[in-house]
């Protein structure tokens, strides 16, 4: 029986700062609902050698604030039309 696992990171507050900056683009698209990719993470992470996290696990912190961004939006124009 295979077991999955749910990886959970732990992010400082100065790596998350870093990345939400850095792909402020891919976060704050209200049209384009894009994520970097592997190439551009690893460019990141070359410039910013302090953060020790994996492309994919930056990749799915870019999507996961994305979303909290889309959130916020879609509930601050449902509290504007009624």
């Given at each position: 029986m295979i077991c999955l696992?749910?990886?959970?990171?732990?992010?400082?507050?100065?790596?998350s700062k870093?990345?939400?900056?850095?792909?402020?683009?891919?976060?704050?698209?209200?049209k384009d609902k894009r994520l970097p990719g592997e190439a551009e993470i690893?460019?990141?992470k070359a410039s910013h050698p302090s953060?020790?996290?994996?492309w994919d696990i930056i990749k799915t912190k870019v999507?996961?604030?994305?979303?909290?961004v889309d959130e916020k939006a879609k509930l601050k124009m449902k509290n504007l039309i009624i």
């Open positions: 696992v749910r990886r959970y990171t732990k992010w400082t507050a100065e790596d870093l990345v939400i900056e850095y792909f402020n683009k891919y976060v704050y698209a209200t690893l460019k990141f953060v020790t996290l994996s999507m996961i604030e994305k979303k909290k």
